[in-house]
């Protein structure tokens, strides 16, 4: 009962469309582990002054149930469409809370099922009601007026272009020039040499990156960043990146509440993770109190009041969501309105001194089978529909939001603007609305709800196997396997669209329709790749060594790792490790590369996509017999694993050679000069020194788990540092191989030119000696 309760009231409060799965005994841990129950007194939550929040509430004590609070405002102008639709929902669903009569269920069963948060639910949608009106001093209103002050929000008087172009962006360039002085002198530290000695040329790429997984791969992968960033690793790093829980890391880490500090996130985590995020007395009380309502809410003011087309969906509440659990501190009164915008990290950039954190989000191209070109049959159609079905990457920075395949991007600080031909669009010479906030990112970058059918039906097959019938049924579902893969029940959340009326712009292997829609619809980039390589691999960030913490759920069987060997051969880039990740068939290598070979990177993307979703209808019982197979080719994986591709050239015939582990004793092939990208991969696994904590058994360590107590927390932390501890040493021979193999490359080369401008000055003034 508690659980369907509070679905439905979190939902009809906030989007009416929501249905999470509640903990029944969702409570607030203190310090000490014990458990404290919620009071049943709710706190002021006026923003006025004490007489005037005073008098507020005597006045809310007096007004009847049914009063002029539930009349829709009217609006002067179509701007308000959205907003009046919001509205209109709020008040619908006041309305359908207040008409619930608990006493008609009887005294005993409502004592005993209906918690005593529910009787309250009333006064706060009344609450969130009245401030998320238009009328004057509504809090709503005031963020409205505030959304066109240009000292508040910068932003808006600025003209926004969308930048064409592969490079990357002036800003990230001059950064990496920045951030250069500080892993030269991070470096030497690591490795314990002299300063004085590194070379700044000498100095790897290093960048960093986390998995998605939810709250697991959010608290795992901030206890493996603190233990690199203890060893010296981590300030070694240029970049980070991140997919689903570690974008939330990262928001976190680069925010007022992080502090540039890892054991200070996990400390926060401890005291904020401790209730559902869907609790509805925790959220709606935030919602309804300043200063957090202010700060929760204001995105979605702007962007309802100022977008008449935008949406107010699953994602846009998953993201308030998640804000209220993640960005707000245990002293509530101080939050920081800077945490809200993700341009605003660049002051932490501003000298260098943090790594540049790359947040993942993916579309889902998906040709419509009824869109066929002159003489093209439809069985044509739907069969190149099929095949042509792909995820495009969508990088976001502080400096940037840029996709690869469209080769354009804007400023970070104009997300949430609209665009036509290039150029920011104003309406009726307003000026642009504020930066979109970042708790509508955080439910985009983590939303792996909306995933497609074929990934809902591979969660609940294990479950349903045993059923009568199962068999006909898997058997009808495979052959609809194609169809599966491209329908999303949930849809994704959206951001105007910065690509419109482009066409002649942008490459021709762009599809059509990104030309005309209004919004691009974004979501979790864990449905195309659980790790963020892809971003990483761009050819000018020149990275040369890629750490990877992964605490994806399934970890062997998805075999992540791997998923980038064919984007790496259609993007041409050099030097990736063929063969890297956990043991698998010669044939899905072949597969996966050989889709690579297709004439477009929408085509190999959905080749591979393809062949993927078939891996993952295999049963566990096949993948564990798979995997085993295999084993004789190469061992099961460890702690730590290294792998080093090759930058020598190969025929186009020639089957590309496999990057075998680097052993402990093997550093030798990290310093052959034809060395290519190495990848350093920590995988979470379970580790004896760290009893009763298993990735793969343990119930809390599920992703879809949003409740971890400070005892929990601290098992996720030990296993990750225990997994770090094993292979700190195996990484940081790896880096200084690598430093040491661009040493002698520099060294080779300096000698090389010392010659040639020799043979050069005898040429033009003689030898003086003859």
Same mark, same amino acid.
């Given at each position: 009962?508690?659980?369907?309760?509070?679905?439905?009231?979190?939902?009809?409060?906030?989007?009416?469309?929501?249905?999470?799965?509640?903990?029944?005994?969702?409570?607030?841990?203190?310090?000490?582990?014990?458990?404290?129950?919620?009071?049943?007194?709710?706190?002021?939550?006026?923003?006025?002054?004490?007489?005037?929040?005073?008098?507020?509430?005597?006045?809310?004590?007096?007004?009847?149930?049914?009063?002029?609070?539930?009349?829709?405002?009217?609006?002067?102008?179509?701007?308000?469409?959205?907003?009046?639709?919001?509205?209109?929902?709020?008040?619908?669903?006041?309305?359908?809370?207040?008409?619930?009569?608990?006493?008609?269920?009887?005294?005993?069963?409502?004592?005993?099922?209906?918690?005593?948060?529910?009787?309250?639910?009333?006064?706060?949608?009344?609450?969130?009601?009245?401030?998320?009106?238009?009328?004057?001093?509504?809090?709503?209103?005031?963020?409205?007026?505030?959304?066109?002050?240009?000292?508040?929000?910068?932003?808006?008087?600025?003209?926004?272009?969308?930048?064409?172009?592969?490079?990357?962006?002036?800003?990230?360039?001059?950064?990496?020039?920045?951030?250069?002085?500080?892993?030269?002198?991070?470096?030497?530290?690591?490795?314990?040499?002299?300063?004085?000695?590194?070379?700044?040329?000498?100095?790897?790429?290093?960048?960093?990156?986390?998995?998605?997984?939810?709250?697991?791969?959010?608290?795992?992968?901030?206890?493996?960043?603190?233990?690199?960033?203890?060893?010296?690793?981590?300030?070694?790093?240029?970049?980070?990146?991140?997919?689903?829980?570690?974008?939330?890391?990262?928001?976190?880490?680069?925010?007022?509440?992080?502090?540039?500090?890892?054991?200070?996130?996990?400390?926060?985590?401890?005291?904020?993770?401790?209730?559902?995020?869907?609790?509805?007395?925790?959220?709606?009380?935030?919602?309804? !109190?300043?200063?957090?309502?202010?700060?929760?809410?204001?995105?979605?003011?702007?962007?309802?009041?100022?977008?008449?087309?935008?949406?107010?969906?699953?994602?846009?509440?998953?993201?308030?969501?998640?804000?209220?659990?993640?960005?707000?501190?245990?002293?509530?009164?101080?939050?920081?309105?800077?945490?809200?915008?993700?341009? &605003?990290?660049?002051?932490?950039?501003?000298?260098?001194?943090?790594?540049?954190?790359?947040?993942?989000?993916?579309?889902?191209?998906?040709?419509?089978?009824?869109?066929?070109?002159?003489?093209?049959?439809?069985?044509?159609?739907?069969?190149?529909?099929?095949?042509?079905?792909?995820?495009?990457?969508?990088?976001?920075?502080?400096?940037?939001?840029?996709?690869?395949?469209?080769?354009?991007?804007?400023?970070?600080?104009?997300?949430?603007?609209?665009?036509?031909?290039?150029?920011?669009?104003?309406?009726?010479?307003?000026?642009?609305?504020?930066?979109?906030?970042?708790?509508?990112?955080?439910?985009?970058?983590?939303?792996?709800?909306?995933?497609?059918?074929?990934?809902?039906?591979?969660?609940?097959?294990?479950?349903? *196997?045993?059923?009568?019938?199962?068999?006909?049924?898997?058997?009808?579902?495979?052959?609809?396997?194609?169809?599966?893969?491209?329908?999303?029940?949930?849809?994704?959340?959206?951001?105007?669209?910065?690509?419109?009326?482009?066409?002649?712009?942008?490459?021709?292997?762009?599809?059509?329709?990104?030309?005309?829609?209004?919004?691009?619809?974004?979501?979790?980039?864990?449905?195309?790749?659980?790790?963020?390589?892809?971003?990483?691999?761009?050819?000018? !960030?020149?990275?040369?060594?890629?750490?990877?913490?992964?605490?994806?759920?399934?970890?062997?069987?998805?075999?992540?790792?791997?998923?980038?060997?064919?984007?790496?051969?259609?993007?041409?880039?050099?030097?990736?490790?063929?063969?890297?990740?956990?043991?698998?068939?010669?044939?899905?290598?072949?597969?996966?590369?050989?889709?690579?070979?297709?004439?477009?990177?929408?085509?190999?993307?959905?080749?591979?996509?393809?062949?993927?979703?078939?891996?993952?209808?295999?049963?566990?019982?096949?993948?564990?017999?798979?995997?085993?197979?295999?084993?004789?080719?190469?061992?099961?994986?460890?702690?730590? &694993?290294?792998?080093?591709?090759?930058?020598?050239?190969?025929?186009?015939?020639?089957?590309?050679?496999?990057?075998?582990?680097?052993?402990?004793?093997?550093?030798?092939?990290?310093?052959?000069?034809?060395?290519?990208?190495?990848?350093?991969?920590?995988?979470?696994?379970?580790?004896?020194?760290?009893?009763?904590?298993?990735?793969?058994?343990?119930?809390?360590?599920?992703?879809?788990?949003?409740?971890?107590?400070?005892?929990?927390?601290?098992?996720?932390?030990?296993?990750?540092?225990?997994?770090?501890?094993?292979?700190?040493?195996?990484?940081?021979?790896?880096?200084?191989?690598?430093?040491?193999? *661009?040493?002698?490359?520099?060294?080779?080369?300096?000698? *090389?030119?010392?010659?040639? !401008?020799?043979?050069?000055?005898?040429?033009?003034?003689?030898?003086?000696?003859?």
């Amino acid at each position: 009962m508690n659980q369907r309760i509070g679905s439905l009231v979190v939902g009809s409060s906030v989007a009416f469309t929501l249905n999470y799965r509640l903990n029944p005994s969702a409570v607030r841990y203190n310090d000490s582990g014990s458990t404290t129950q919620w009071p049943s007194t709710r706190p002021n939550i006026s923003k006025r002054g004490p007489k005037e929040s005073s008098q507020k509430e005597d006045n809310d004590a007096k007004a009847p149930a049914e009063s002029q609070d539930d009349e829709i405002p009217l609006f002067e102008d179509e701007d308000s469409a959205a907003w009046a639709s919001f509205s209109l929902n709020v008040a619908i669903a006041r309305k359908s809370i207040s008409s619930v009569q608990w006493t008609t269920l009887g005294d005993k069963i409502t004592d005993r099922f209906i918690p005593q948060w529910a009787y309250d639910l009333p006064d706060y949608v009344a609450k969130l009601q009245r401030e998320m009106n238009m009328a004057r001093g509504s809090l709503a209103e005031e963020i409205w007026q505030e959304a066109q002050d240009e000292n508040i929000h910068p932003e808006i008087a600025l003209n926004a272009r969308v930048r064409v172009g592969k490079d990357l962006c002036s800003d990230e360039m001059a950064f990496v020039r920045r951030r250069k002085r500080y892993t030269r002198c991070a470096l030497a530290k690591y490795l314990e040499i002299p300063e004085a000695d590194v070379d700044p040329k000498d100095v790897p790429t290093i960048a960093v990156c986390g998995s998605g997984g939810g709250l697991r791969a959010l608290v795992a992968g901030a206890a493996s960043y603190l233990s690199a960033q203890e060893a010296g690793l981590f300030d070694c790093a240029t970049y980070t990146a991140g997919v689903s829980g570690s974008c939330w890391l990262q928001t976190l880490y680069n925010s007022s509440l992080g502090g540039r500090r890892h054991d200070k996130v996990i400390e926060h985590l401890k005291k904020r993770i401790g209730i559902h995020i869907a609790y509805p007395p925790s959220f709606l009380d935030l919602c309804t !109190r300043a200063p957090t309502n202010k700060f929760l809410l204001a995105g979605s003011v702007e962007r309802l009041r100022g977008d008449p087309q935008a949406d107010f969906g699953l994602v846009d509440v998953y993201g308030l969501l998640l804000s209220s659990r993640l960005m707000i501190p245990r002293d509530e009164l101080s939050v920081d309105d800077r945490d809200l915008k993700l341009s &605003n990290q660049r002051f932490y950039l501003s000298s260098g001194a943090n790594p540049l954190p790359i947040y993942a989000a993916v579309r889902h191209e998906i040709p419509l089978e009824d869109e066929k070109v002159k003489g093209e049959t439809m069985d044509a159609a739907r069969e190149k529909a099929k095949q042509e079905a792909w995820f495009q990457w969508f990088e976001f920075t502080p400096y940037e939001l840029f996709c690869e395949e469209f080769e354009a991007g804007i400023p970070s600080w104009s997300i949430g603007r609209h665009f036509q031909m290039g150029r920011s669009v104003n309406r009726d010479n307003r000026p642009p609305l504020p930066e979109l906030r970042l708790p509508l990112l955080m439910g985009i970058w983590g939303s792996a709800f909306c995933a497609t059918l074929a990934h809902y039906y591979k969660e609940v097959r294990p479950v349903i *196997k045993g059923l009568a019938g199962f068999g006909g049924i898997d058997a009808l579902l495979e052959e609809k396997n194609d169809d599966l893969i491209k329908l999303h029940p949930i849809d994704p959340g959206t951001i105007p669209n910065f690509a419109r009326g482009l066409e002649n712009r942008l490459p021709s292997t762009c599809p059509k329709s990104i030309f005309n829609d209004e919004y691009l619809e974004l979501m979790d980039a864990g449905m195309s790749n659980n790790l963020p390589l892809y971003p990483l691999l761009r050819r000018d !960030r020149n990275v040369d060594i890629v750490v990877c913490f992964d605490a994806s759920a399934d970890i062997r069987q998805e075999n992540w790792l791997s998923v980038a060997e064919g984007y790496a051969k259609q993007r041409g880039v050099r030097g990736w490790p063929v063969g890297a990740g956990w043991p698998r068939a010669e044939d899905e290598t072949k597969t996966e590369l050989d889709a690579a070979d297709a004439a477009t990177a929408q085509q190999a993307a959905g080749k591979i996509a393809e062949t993927r979703e078939e891996q993952r209808g295999r049963s566990q019982n096949n993948v564990k017999d798979h995997i085993a197979k295999h084993e004789t080719q190469e061992s099961d994986l460890g702690y730590c &694993n290294v792998w080093v591709g090759t930058t020598m050239d190969r025929k186009s015939d020639e089957k590309p050679s496999q990057s075998s582990r680097v052993e402990l004793d093997a550093d030798w092939k990290l310093l052959a000069p034809e060395a290519g990208i190495t990848v350093v991969y920590f995988p979470f696994l379970r580790n004896p020194k760290v009893e009763d904590v298993d990735p793969d058994t343990s119930p809390f360590l599920s992703t879809w788990n949003f409740i971890y107590s400070p005892q929990e927390i601290d098992k996720v932390v030990a296993l990750a540092r225990a997994n770090f501890e094993a292979g700190r040493d195996q990484t940081k021979r790896t880096v200084r191989a690598v430093y040491e193999r *661009k040493k002698a490359k520099r060294l080779e080369a300096e000698e *090389k030119e010392k010659i040639q !401008r020799w043979k050069r000055h005898l040429r033009e003034h003689g030898d003086h000696f003859q």
